[in-house]
Each structure stands twice: as structure tokens, then as C-alpha cells.
């Protein structure tokens, strides 16, 4: 298995990362850690998600590349990408195990957009503050209305018409 995912994540060689939280896939065959909270989490209705994630709506929690560190299933790795419609690492691509098909994450150009539900948070019966969503986007695409206090976006945050 290849030590490195790449030089924007972590090192599994380096001693001073310190492990927050860990994540795998349904089979274990890919395991990471983060060493940080999320910089935010957002759920995403629009239509790529749906159809990827075959949901209404995908809930991700982004992290900074340099503080996620994958630890095991390196060659396990699917990658996706839909823009171009092509199976290479294509950044912005979807990240899968190749084995069980979990979707493991979105691998942004700068970002790391990780799915919740994967993580363990040990003995939490919630899920932590930091992986709550601070807001919908792409909510124009919704399938169901969501009711809820959470800001909603017709686009990306900050960056488009607040529904």
C-alpha cells in the first residue's frame, strides 16, 4: 500500500498529527483519521448529490486537506468524476470504496468533504456541534422541504440568493 494519499494530507509518518476522529467504510477495507473539527457542514440538495448518493440530500462535513489522514485502503480507492463523467482523480471527484461501494467522500481541490454518518464517535450518543449543518445549499433543487432554523441557499453559501 502506498504510504501517501498526496502532499496536501497528512503523513502517516508525521508524530505530531493528532487524531481526533476516525472514519471507515461498511467493510473496513479504507479507514482515515481527521486531527480537527470540520470547518463547516452543509447539506447539499442539489441534483448531482441526489443521484450519487441516491438521496434527497447529501449532509458533508469539510475539512481542510492537510488535516485528514488516510490510514489504510489506498489501493481500495474508486474515484469519480461527474463533471467529465470519467473514473480517473480528477479534482473535484467523488471518492468510493472500491469494495462495498460506500461513498467515502468529495475530494475538492483544496477541501476534504467527508460523510458523518461514516465516523466513530466512540462513546457520543450525539453526533458532535462541529458536524452540525450550519446551512442547506442548492435548496431550490430540493425534493422535500426540510423544516427546520438552518439558513437556505438557492446555490452555494454566501454565494448566491438566500431562499
Known sequence: ????????????????????????????????????????????HCKACQKLHGAPMQWAAIFHKQDVRLTKGLDCLKFYNSERNIHERVLPCKVSCALCGTPIADEGRRMWLAFPSLFDFGELTKVPEAFRPTCHIFYGSRLKDVDDTLPKWSGHKNHSERM
Not at 481526533?20 to 470547518?39: F, L, N, Q
Open 1 to 44: 500500500m502506498v504510504n501517501e494519499f498526496g502532499p496536501e494530507y497528512a503523513s502517516l509518518a508525521d508524530t505530531h498529527f493528532k487524531v481526533k476522529y476516525r472514519t471507515s467504510c461498511y467493510c473496513h477495507a479504507v479507514e482515515y483519521e481527521v486531527g480537527a473539527d470540520p470547518v463547516d457542514a452543509k447539506i447539499c
